[in-house]
Structure formats: structure tokens, C-alpha cells
């Protein structure tokens, strides 16, 4: 039962609240896959996926790696994985936009299908899942669980590399170590980093449609705006005209930003990549090529840190010009390694961690100390437990362990109190978005297992 952060019931144990947790992926399991929330996302969405296959991991790691076969099943000849792929046992109409509406057809790279999927990407949290599932069976004693995560991260390995590579090659032809973005649904839709791009759009003739979102999240003000919903689908138009071609994209598109934080993840991820070459003997050139990648965002992110605001900016491939606005995006280069003292002390800051209204320490979307902030509208101010958790591992990476402690228990006393949220209002602790959202029990398993 959905709960708020103002009831004043017993306290949840650790326990109970691990038994929340796996009874939530269990009700959204398929069997092979989990989608994302039962009522509002019945599908498999690639980066939830990532941290779903972590949180099965400490359940059952076999099914764990089921979780990321089924989803490099319908990898692009690109080395792309889609943003979605989709559940053929949703009938039409009870999600949108569903797979007709994106048409990946148009395009020779899509795969054929059944399932069939969209046409955008996510922030690749997948090395990191296969990194936490091989090392979870490495540490269990249990030869036979051990020989099957080798096997799986042999066989998942390649299609990693094919991965990386869409990203630092189609997805960077600058080579600025940055990872540009199509469209806001490739990691933060609502996000104000959008925002000065999203209004030069001039949107054409729209197919008609009906948004599926709104009827299940009754208050319109948690959710994006009608009039973002429809630039999001000019932009999908854009994309069809295109046939998904990369090159053709980068020429016409619109929409074209360099995404800090999606670049931040792909550091990490590139890191674990590196580590999971000795699990499968990779030979010297792969890795060279691997740690090449991880060395250029770094540095394109040490570029793109902002002198004023001590943050990481965000460009506007368009314009050329830094994206200034207050996110948790602002932090990436901890995601890539580089905890330097002055972006930790920014962290703690009152612009967000330190801001006195958060009802618990956690980083929230947007700074409340940001004109664009707004409490309860998607990226656009609530926090997320996912992005936390990404920094909450950074942090314990880079040694600041009391730090990471601090804001584990912050997160897990959120989930506590308000349940297993998409997401939730900073200040009052108030959940917010889909109920029973997979990605949120996964990581709660996650932290759970950690130890102080």
C-alpha cells in the first residue's frame, strides 16, 4: 500500500523494508524481465533495466542476468540500445508513445523484432550492472554461480563494446569525450537543461495522440506540460524523417545537446569495462581503445566545468554555448572519478545538499536555489533515488565514505517513510510519479547490502 511522509506508523525495519523491496520487483516481473512500474511503464526501459538486473542480483543473480540478455537481444547493428523495448502482450493504446508510433522499421539498423523497441538510447548504467553481478557471484563460494557469471559476462561483454563504441564514435563525432543527445527522453525529459533549447522548436503538422502519463498520474503539475509533449514528439518526427541515421541527425536535428551527466555515466561505465577485460582476457589493443574512451570524457569534462558556479555545464551543440542552469547534472565528473574538494564542497553547498528546506540530505534534481526549480514537476526539482545512487557509489569510490553513509541513510529513510516512489518532493518527503517503481526497490536492495 502506497504510503506518505507524514504518517507516523512503526518504524521500517531494514528487513521489512527489504521484503518491500523485493516483493515490488517480483510483482513487476515477467519471467525474463521486469518492467518498469505495472500501471504506468509495462514495458523494459534500458537504464532502469541496468539497475533492475543490480537489485536482482542480490535475489537471484541468474535472473539477474536474464534481466540484460533480454535487453541486448534487441541491440541496433549500431551498437545502440534502444531506449525501450517493448512488451508484445501490451494492447495498443495502453501506453504511448508505443511502438508504431516510433516506426524503427524506416531504419536497416533497427532489429527485426518481435520485441520491437524505440529509437533513442539511455545513459548506459550496464557495465556497471554486469560489473556488480560478476561481482557478487565472484564473492558468493558458489563454483557453479560463478561459472555462469563468467559465462554471462563473456558472452555480454562484446555487445558492451559495440555499445561504448556507438556512444564515443555517433554519438561524439567532435571527439570531445561528450555524449550528444537526440531528445530529452535520452535521460532527464523535463530537466530545465532543456528548456532554451526545447522553445526554438517549431513544431510542424503532429499526428494526433492521446497522452497515456496524465491518466494514470491524476496531478498534471508532476508531470511534463502538454506543450512539452509536443515538442518531445516533433522531435521523434524528426528522427523518422531521418530514418535514425546518424550521420543525417547530426546534420538537420535540432535538438542536439552535450549531456554531462549522461557523459559522467558513461565513465563509470567505461571503468567497470576495464575491469570486466580481465574477467574475459580482453588483449591489449581493447583495452588501450576502452581506457582511451574513459580518459576523453574526463577531460571533456574537466572543459566543461564552469568557473562560476563551480559546476558542469551542458552544451548546446547548436549554439555552441554552456547551458547554465543549477542541476544534479552540475556534479558528473564525480560519476567519472574526479572528486575534487571544491566540487564535494558545491555538493554540501546551499544550493544543495546544505539548502535548509530538504527534508532529507538528498540531491534533488534541480537546486532549489534555481529560478527554473519546481518541487514536484519530474527533473524539474524532486529527487531521485537512482541518480543518488550513482552518487552515492562515486562517492564511496572516491573515498568519502562518511559522506556516502550520510546520504545512503538519508535515501533509505526517504523510501522508509514515503514508499517505493519514482520519485519525491524534497521538501516535504512527499511521493511522487508511478507506485511500485522497480528501479527504486533495486536500489533500496542495493544499499541495503552495503555495509557502514
Known amino acids: 500500500m502506497a504510503r506518505t511522509a507524514d504518517q507516523t506508523d512503526a518504524y521500517v525495519s531494514d528487513e521489512e523494508l527489504a521484503d518491500r523491496a523485493t516483493a515490488v520487483l517480483r510483482l513487476n516481473d515477467t519471467g525474463t524481465w521486469t518492467t518498469a512500474a505495472p500501471a ?50 501490451v494492447p495498443a493504446g495502453a501506453y504511448f508513445p508505443d511502438a508504431a508510433r516510433w516506426a524503427c522499421d524506416l531504419s536497416p539498423d533497427a532489429p527485426a523484432g518481435p520485441p520491437e523497441t524505440s529509437g533513442l538510447c539511455q545513459p548506459p548504467v550496464h557495465a556497471l550492472a554486469v560489473h556488480r553481478i560478476w ?51 535520452e535521460g532527464a525529459d523535463n530537466s530545465p537543461r532543456w ?11 503532429l499526428p494526433p495522440y492521446q497522452r497515456r502519463d496524465t491518466q494514470v498520474v491524476a496531478e498534471a503539475g508532476q508531470r511534463p506540460s502538454d506543450e512539452d509533449y509536443d515538442r ?26 552535450k549531456d554531462v551527466f549522461f557523459s559522467g555515466v558513461l565513465a563509470a561505465a567505461n571503468a567497470a569495462l576495464l575491469d570486466l577485460c580481465n574477467v574475459v582476457g580482453a588483449d591489449q ?36 554555448r554552456p547551458i547554465r542552469v543549477r542541476t544534479f547534472a552540475g556534479f558528473a565528473p564525480l560519476l567519472a572519478g574526479d572528486a575534487d574538494r571544491a566540487l564535494l564542497d558545491r555538493l554540501d553547498s546551499a544550493d544543495f545538499l546544505g539548502h535548509p528546506g530538504l527534508r532529507w540530505p538528498i540531491l534533488p534534481s534541480t537546486s532549489p536555489a534555481d ?9 524539474r526539482g524532486p529527487t531521485w533515488p537512482v541518480v543518488n545512487w550513482l552518487l552515492w557509489r562515486a562517492l564511496l569510490a572516491a573515498g568519502e565514505t562518511a559522506a556516502a553513509d550520510r546520504l545512503r541513510h538519508a535515501c533509505l529513510d526517504q523510501i522508509r517513510a514515503s514508499g517505493h516512489y519514482e520519485y519525491f518532493d524534497p521538501f516535504s518527503g512527499a511521493p511522487l510519479g508511478s507506485d511500485d517503481q522497480s528501479w527504486t526497490a533495486a536500489v533500496v536492495l542495493d544499499w541495503l547490502a552495503a555495509t557502514d
Open 40 to 89: 504506468l511503464y509495462p514495458h523494459q526501459w534500458s537504464w532502469d533495466s541496468a539497475f533492475i538486473a543490480i537489485g536482482w542480483a542480490h535475489l537471484d543473480p541468474r535472473r539477474a542476468m536474464t534481466e540484460q540478455d533480454r535487453l541486448f537481444d534487441a541491440q541496433w547493428a549500431t551498437g545502440k540500445i534502444p531506449h525501450i523495448v517493448f512488451n508484445e502482450a
Open 135 to 185: 561481482r557478487y557471484a565472484e564473492a558468493s563460494g558458489d563454483a557453479d554461480l560463478r561459472a555462469d557469471a563468467t559465462a554471462f559476462v563473456r558472452r555480454t561483454y562484446p555487445r558492451l563494446v559495440a555499445w561504448h563504441r556507438y556512444l564515443a564514435t555517433a554519438r561524439d563525432p567532435e571527439g570531445s569525450g561528450l555524449v550528444t543527445i537526440y531528445h530529452p527522453w
Open 195 to 205: 528548456d532554451e533549447a526545447m522553445a526554438r522548436l517549431e513544431i510542424g503538422d
Open 232 to 257: 518531445y514528439l516533433w522531435l521523434v518526427e524528426l528522427l523518422k524523417s531521418c530514418r535514425y541515421d546518424e550521420a543525417e541527425i547530426y546534420a538537420s536535428h535540432p535538438f542536439l545537446i
Open 285 to 320: 589493443t581493447e583495452r588501450d581503445t576502452i581506457a582511451g574512451w574513459l580518459a576523453a570524457t574526463r577531460t571533456g569534462l574537466a572543459e566543461a566545468r564552469d568557473a562560476e558556479t563551480g559546476l558542469c555545464l551542458d552544451t548546446d551543440v547548436r549554439t555552441g
Open 371 to 379: 529560478p527554473a526549480f519546481d518541487r514536484r514537476n519530474y527533473w
